[in-house]
């Protein structure tokens, strides 16, 4: 499966990972450790991310 980096990664490459099919989310500093989420719950958290950005 395919992870997304945020765009905003700096150049520490530190950052929230989003699988390409919206299901999980990941600390890029530990890959290894996943924390399933519905699409909802993806949507609803990029939603209030980009209101609060």
Same mark, same amino acid.
């Given at each position: 499966m395919?992870? &997304?980096?945020?765009? &905003?990664?700096?150049?520490?490459?530190?950052?929230? !990972?989003l #699988?390409? @099919?919206?299901? =999980?989310?990941r @600390? *890029?500093?530990? +890959?290894?450790?996943? $924390? +399933? /989420?519905? #699409? =909802? =719950?993806? #949507? @609803? $958290?990029? *939603? #209030? /991310?980009?209101? !609060?950005?």
């Amino acid at each position: 499966m395919e992870w &997304r980096k945020s765009s &905003r990664t700096g150049s520490t490459g530190n950052c929230v !990972e989003l #699988r390409q @099919d919206l299901a =999980a989310v990941r @600390d *890029s500093k530990h +890959p290894t450790v996943t $924390l +399933p /989420l519905t #699409r =909802a =719950a993806v #949507r @609803d $958290l990029i *939603s #209030r /991310l980009t209101q !609060e950005g």
